[in-house]
């Protein structure tokens, strides 16, 4: 089980890491009391789950009289985030949210945390300073210090038009100008994981048709990934979502595995038979 803590002063992004990490897979629980710690973390090992994390900021004060022994007897990873004052204020008054310590004077309530969290920032075994960093490099970071992948993903997902296009898709891909299968009494109960369909689907011309299909693929994944996203989706739809669609996903995963980890789904290929 790798455990971790986050914390840190209010406003430095702990929001922004705790997303990032749940993407990596990290079952995050927010002001958890240190003697629950060890019951949540033998529950999740029993469920299969192999990475925790708990997060703690200013409200969890009150519990952090058995943080010491909790710290002691499960040995997680402490990460701690700061910001500079006036990053803090600014944040603060962009957002117009009400800080945990909420006294009516925030220069004195951002004061008081950074002294109270002192111990636990002492005990950090990651401190960062998110003044100067986008949540995109927040993340990189992140991913760096914790020696984990930055895990960002491309989900392609074939699909019939006759069905109607999936809502999750950021980019959606037509080939029903591709050479359809359908059209073969041969090839029609086939799918386009089959090989005689990949065959006839990528016959004659329809290669520069792929090649360009892949070239707008590979960029605006790396676009999404640029910008900090942790999964693209790519929707591949055809008239019914079992021929060229599919067999177009296919070999879209095979050519971008090389560049991204890559999940593949094929939603409308059991729809008829």
């Known amino acids: 089980m790798r455990f971790l803590v986050l914390s840190g002063l209010s406003g430095a992004g702990k929001t922004t890491a705790k997303g990032f990490l749940e993407d990596l897979g990290y079952f995050m629980v927010d002001n958890l009391p240190p003697r629950l710690w060890k019951p949540l973390l033998e529950e999740l090992a029993a469920h299969g789950k192999d990475r925790a994390g708990v997060v703690l900021d200013a409200r969890a004060l009150d519990f952090f009289g058995d943080l010491e022994a909790a710290l002691k007897e499960l040995h997680p990873v402490v990460v701690?985030?700061?910001?500079?004052?006036?990053?803090l204020l600014r944040r603060y008054n962009l957002t117009r949210r009400l800080h945990p310590l909420g006294t009516g004077n925030l220069t004195r309530e951002i004061q008081r945390e950074r002294q109270a969290l002192s111990p636990l920032r002492e005990k950090a075994h990651l401190i960062l300073d998110t003044s100067d960093l986008s949540p995109r490099a927040l993340r990189e970071a992140l991913a760096r210090l914790l020696g984990e992948e930055a895990g960002f993903r491309v989900r392609l997902l074939s699909f019939g038009?006759?069905?109607?296009?999936?809502?999750?898709?950021?980019?959606?891909l037509d080939v029903r100008a591709l050479p359809n299968p359908h059209y073969d009494p041969e090839l029609r109960p086939k799918t386009g994981l089959d090989p005689e369909v990949r065959a006839y689907v990528f016959q004659g011309e329809t290669e520069a048709h792929y090649r360009a299909l892949l070239t707008l693929a590979g960029l605006s994944a790396e676009g999404a990934r640029k910008e900090g996203r942790a999964f693209y989706t790519i929707a591949i739809g055809c008239t019914g979502g079992r021929h060229r669609s599919?067999?177009?996903?296919?070999?879209l995963a095979e050519d971008l595995s090389g560049r991204f980890?890559?999940?593949?789904?094929?939603?409308?290929?059991?729809?008829?038979?």
């Open 161 to 172: 038009f006759k069905w109607g296009p999936p809502q999750e898709a950021d980019l959606v």
């Open 246 to 251: 599919v067999a177009v996903a296919e070999r």
């Open 261 to 273: 980890t890559v999940e593949v789904s094929h939603r409308d290929v059991e729809r008829e038979a």
């Open 80 to 87: 701690f985030l700061e910001a500079r004052p006036e990053i």
